[in-house]
């Protein structure tokens, strides 16, 4: 929207509340907001509701009304920024726009005690266009589909980066050593877990002292589980607790076991005896790793309202404490989930003044790495500057590169303003640069993020890292990495969309995505490593292991038992040269099998859930129907393209 016609919006709705003679200027405006500097709070927010109120029963389209609230509410958060979280409130539960708990964690002000994002909504409306592209785009993704999803712009990144050289479009051939790599994803503390509370609960979060079945239960013997005991790990070993008597409480459906439910997050004794069985795996077989990934999210699921500054904070340092205890001098290079962050989700650009609500997550993050001994001092610098991402090169040579994905997230406020600019927060700056750095270098490359593209991001950003890898790879980009989903997954990335041009010869890179140690939800906890080429850093193989996390319910609470899954290149029968890495080729005949048989579909989920009791059955329910468009579409709009959505 042009400064014109904001002053027009902001005019209309000053005649409204103020009586206020037309603003012709940017004088004016500035007379304004000094005239009603100490203008009575509470006849503003009657006003403004009023407006929005009269706008949800005038005949314009769902649409229509969303970006003129958004209008509406810009021209507020100019004037009285803190007002916008008290008005959009008051107007969504007085209308019932939404559940009054989702009006509150959506709209009203972030504090401490809890993650609602009001806050981060009127900053956002402060920088937004709501007749333009964020508006359509705010409307679609964060309004239920209110507007359709606009068409992404046809911008380019291809102005940052050389030519490509004619030796940087195939792949090193792998030499025939291989050393070990730890990827860990997904821990989701749930820190409280209780044992006895209920697991079987109706909404939310289950196992903490708040969860609740809604039918209420006059049957305490209808389970055979007995593992209800106060356990830990202290320095070297389980210590079994004693037993603690969950069924006084007659209310409760299905207690919570010691390690863990389907339903719930992790309890740091799951964390524990998953970092535990690395240890112990790695020193019965004497294999070492020479370092480990972690792709993100720390803090687990609970309601926003539940969500306390305190707890993210301390949720990120118990799990990273525990990792550093258990894999010792194993250097991890980690990057941030769309849940390590307060409030939930959200991240503002560097600059655009807003970001020191962010910066604590950015320096904790750096020292607590650098402590570790995970970072150099340079490194560290890096992630304080880069929104915890930062550039790192190993011994043997290898680049990685770490990247904070919420920057890109659909649900964080901040990637809705300016949005169809390719690149207000700087980071696809430093990706390409350490890219370009490393290219001209030969050099390879492998780069982490929390959310994969093909979802949950925005398409513009999505597209843009799809141009990013095709112009790097197979090269320079030799494996990207990712966790979010919680489930064993890979993507693949073709030069040209459409379900024609899914073909070996399109084939252009693929993504890692990390199965989850949180069992949450309906998953067995896991965790992988890779044998990975000396020379090329290239995969060869992935080795997944887990816990059937069902045993340990009824195993009078005995410790988890770790075992082998199964290993990518031996897992689907696929024809394979011994020596060729599992690249994107590879993960294209693995995708094409899964649509050309459910029996390979069926397997690709077991190994998806790792055998969880809630794997679907791909021949009798719809429950695999979407998986190949999933794992061969790398952005956003590929993938609804694929699906058919065209919302
Ligand atoms: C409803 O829409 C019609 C035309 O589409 C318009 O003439 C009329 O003024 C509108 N009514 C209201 C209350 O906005
Ligand atoms: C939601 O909040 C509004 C306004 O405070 C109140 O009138 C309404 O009764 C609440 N609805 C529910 C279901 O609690
Ligand atoms: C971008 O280009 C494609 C192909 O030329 C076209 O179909 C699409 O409409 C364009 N999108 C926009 C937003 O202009
Ligand atoms: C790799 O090395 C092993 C012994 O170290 C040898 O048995 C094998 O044939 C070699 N493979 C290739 C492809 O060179
Ligand atoms: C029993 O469990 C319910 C949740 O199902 C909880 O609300 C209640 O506080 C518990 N009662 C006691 C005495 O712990
Ligand atoms: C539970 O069972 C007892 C005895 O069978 C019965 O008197 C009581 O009404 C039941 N309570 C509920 C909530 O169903
Ligand atoms: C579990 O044990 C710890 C320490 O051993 C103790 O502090 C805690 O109160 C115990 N919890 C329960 C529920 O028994
Ligand atoms: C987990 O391990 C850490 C580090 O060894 C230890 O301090 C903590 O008490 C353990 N917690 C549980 C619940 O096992
Ligand atoms: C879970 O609760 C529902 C009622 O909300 C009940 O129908 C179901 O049988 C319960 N499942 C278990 C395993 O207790
Ligand atoms: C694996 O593939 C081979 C050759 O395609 C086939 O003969 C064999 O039956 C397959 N094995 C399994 C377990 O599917
Ligand atoms: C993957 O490796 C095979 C065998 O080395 C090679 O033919 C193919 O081109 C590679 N694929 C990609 C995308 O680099
Ligand atoms: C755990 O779940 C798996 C998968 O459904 C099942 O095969 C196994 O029998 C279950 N184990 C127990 C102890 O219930």
């Known amino acids: 929207m042009s400064f014109r016609a904001f002053l ?7 005649a409204l509340v103020f009586g206020s003679p037309v603003i012709s200027g940017k004088d004016d405006l500035v007379e304004i907001l000094n ?7 509470g006849s503003i927010v009657a006003a403004f509701v009023d407006e929005l ?53 959506t709209f009203s ?20 266009d709501p007749f333009g592209y964020d508006g359509q785009l705010y409307c679609n993704y964060k309004e239920s589909g209110a507007c359709p999803k606009p068409l992404t712009p046809n911008v380019s990144l291809s102005h940052m980066w050389p030519e490509k050289q004619p030796k940087h479009s195939i792949a090193p051939e792998p030499s025939n050593e291989t050393f070990n790599v730890l990827h860990v994803s997904d821990f989701h503390i749930e820190l409280d877990y209780t044992v006895g509370a209920e697991a079987n609960c109706s909404a939310s979060m289950c196992c903490t002292p708040h969860s609740k079945n809604s039918v209420s239960n006059n049957n305490t013997d209808q389970h055979k589980w007995n593992s209800y005991y106060n356990s830990s790990y202290t320095d070297d070993s389980f210590s079994k607790g004693s037993l603690i008597d969950v069924f006084q409480n007659s209310s409760v459906w299905a207690p919570a076991t010691t390690f863990g439910n389907y339903k719930c997050d992790a309890p740091e004794i799951l964390i524990n005896s998953s970092l535990d069985s690395i240890a112990q795996f790695s020193k019965d077989n004497d294999i070492n790793f020479d370092f480990a990934i972690f792709t993100g999210d720390l803090v687990d699921h609970d309601e926003i309202s539940l969500t306390s500054y305190e707890m993210t904070v301390q949720s990120e340092e118990i799990v990273f404490r525990d990792i550093k205890k258990k894999l010792a001098d194993v250097p991890v290079y980690s990057v ?29 993050m750096a020292d607590l790495w650098e402590d570790y001994g995970w970072l150099g ?12 991402g930062f550039s790192v090169v190993t011994k043997k040579g290898l680049k990685v590169i770490a990247l904070n994905s919420n920057v890109w997230y659909k649900k964080n406020h901040y990637a809705y303003w300016n949005a169809s600019e390719p690149d207000t927060f700087g980071q696809f700056q430093f990706l390409i640069d350490e890219l370009v750095e490393s290219e001209s270098k030969d050099q ?8 994969p593209f093909s979802s949950d991001v925005l398409p513009l950003p999505s597209k843009l890292f799809a141009e990013v890898v095709q112009r790097f790879s197979p090269y320079t980009v030799a494996n990207i990495f990712f966790g979010h989903t919680h489930l064993d997954q890979f993507e693949i990335l073709y030069s040209t969309s459409g379900e024609d041009a899914k073909t070996i010869e399109n084939v252009v890179a693929s993504s890692w995505i990390s199965q989850a140690v949180t069992p949450w939800v309906n998953n067995n906890p896991s965790w992988r490593y890779y044998t990975v080429d000396e020379k090329t850093f290239s995969i060869m193989n992935a080795y997944n292991f887990y816990t059937k996390l069902n045993e340990t319910f009824t195993n009078d609470g005995a410790e988890p038992v770790w075992e082998f899954e199964y290993s990518s290149r031996e897992g689907y029968n696929i024809t394979w040269p011994e020596t060729s890495p599992l690249n994107a080729t590879y993960w294209h005949k693995v995708a094409s099998a899964i649509n050309n048989s459910v029996e390979a579909n069926q397997l690709y989920r077991n190994y998806a859930m790792r055998f969880s009791p809630y794997v679907p059955d791909c021949a009798k329910s719809t429950g695999c129907a979407d998986d190949y468009c999933y794992l061969t579409s790398f952005t956003v709009d590929e993938y609804d393209a694929c699906v058919g959505s065209s919302s």
């Open 377 to 388: 001092p340079s490194e560290s610098q890096y992630a304080r500057k880069h929104y915890t």
């Open 444 to 451: 390879r490359v492998w780069i982490l993020a929390h959310i």
């Open 8 to 14: 027009l919006a902001l005019n209309l709705l000053s």
């Open 109 to 128: 002000r972030n504090t401490v005690e809890s993650s609602n994002t009001g806050t981060n909504f009127a900053d956002m409306l402060s920088l937004m």
């Open 35 to 41: 005239a009603h500097e100490n203008f009575n709070d």
């Open 53 to 105: 109120k009269s706008l949800s029963s005038s005949n314009k389209t769902k649409c229509e009304q969303c970006v003129t609230r958004l209008a509406i509410g810009k021209s507020l958060s100019l004037l009285k920024p803190n007002l916008v979280p008290k008005v959009f409130t008051k107007w969504c539960t007085e209308t019932g726009y939404m559940s009054n708990k989702t009006c509150i964690a």
């Open 336 to 364: 941030m989930g769309n849940h390590d962050t307060f409030p939930y989700g959200e991240l503002a650009q560097e600059n655009h003044g807003f970001a020191n609500l962010f910066s604590w997550n950015a320096e904790l």
